[in-house]
């Protein structure tokens, strides 16, 4: 079942002036907290974010909202990547459009987009931080090359991802981790949050991450919803994260549902893991 992850949102004072005119921010659909301007300038600025990712092409959509007439500049920052785009006007809506393709920049670190308006000598500007949750291009997420998808019984999502023989739904998260891990199948059924129950005494099981386990959520634990979440342990790190490749979970409020992405979480977050496969046993002491 798709659930939202986690994406951050900083803010910045503001005069009591400009902060009453402050328009909230508005994610589509993302129920993200409002920024607020830089600057105690009194014309607001607004922020919209998206990403999508299709036929391995991974694409940003950035619209900024203000008055019309005025000029508004881009700033995107990944890591120690920086992109500037140029200043254009807004349109009779008060809107300006920046829509480019995203190649090479990991999408498991904020990204910051940060828009600059001016109206001759004044100016204001909004920027938000965000996580897109793009599928990885290089690692556990790059699309099947196999001759599955050619064999009778096979499964492929838009994104090209197949799996041979995957008796769940197509897009589910239970999908994507039975294809994974095609040692579950005949083994666990139904919705993700019953694995651990139907996985007990016939595969082995824990509480510590490892790499090739299936990270599992029960209904309504670690923020998930009532069918609860399963994922593929892609990474372990010595801070307490864990990378896992899924399906249908939205790691950030920009994240497609019904999408395979790669994504990091508390290793603590899943109610446990499943073992066996390339995960053997389990941890080793």
């Not at 990885?136 to 991802?161: E, F, I, K, N, Y």
Request: hydrophobic fraction near 40%.
């Amino acid at each position: 079942m798709a659930d939202r992850g986690h994406v951050r949102v900083r803010n910045t004072r503001l005069s009591g002036l400009a902060a009453a005119l402050a328009l909230v921010l508005s994610l589509t659909a993302s129920g993200i907290a409002a920024t607020q301007a830089d600057a105690g300038v009194p014309f607001p600025v607004a922020l919209s974010v998206t990403g999508s990712s299709r036929a391995g092409v991974d694409e940003v959509t950035v619209v900024a909202k203000s008055v019309s007439d005025s000029r508004c500049a881009l700033q995107v920052a990944a890591g120690k990547a920086l992109r500037s785009f140029p200043s254009a006007s807004t349109n009779r809506a008060g809107s300006v459009t920046w829509r480019w393709r995203s190649a090479g920049v990991p999408s498991d670190i904020p990204w910051t987009f940060t828009a600059t308006c001016r109206i001759g000598a004044a100016w204001s500007r909004r920027w938000v931080d965000a996580e897109l949750g793009f599928p990885s291009r290089g690692g556990a997420l790059a699309p099947s090359t196999s001759a599955s998808a050619t064999l009778p019984g096979a499964s492929c999502d838009g994104q090209g991802v197949c799996f041979a023989d995957d008796p769940f739904p197509v897009g589910q998260c239970t999908w994507y981790a039975a294809g994974r891990r095609p040692d579950v199948v005949g083994i666990v059924h139904g919705n993700a949050g019953t694995w651990l129950e139907a996985a007990n005494g016939r595969l082995p099981e824990g509480w510590f991450p490892v790499v090739g386990a299936l990270a599992v959520w029960r209904p309504h634990h670690g923020g998930v919803g009532e069918l609860g979440h399963v994922a593929y342990v892609a990474a372990v790190s010595e801070e307490g994260r864990v990378l896992v490749d899924d399906s249908n979970w939205a790691p950030t409020a920009t994240s497609p549902g019904l999408q395979v992405h790669e994504h990091w979480v508390s290793a603590a977050s899943p109610s446990g893991y499943i073992y066996g496969g390339p995960a053997g046993t389990g941890p080793h002491a």
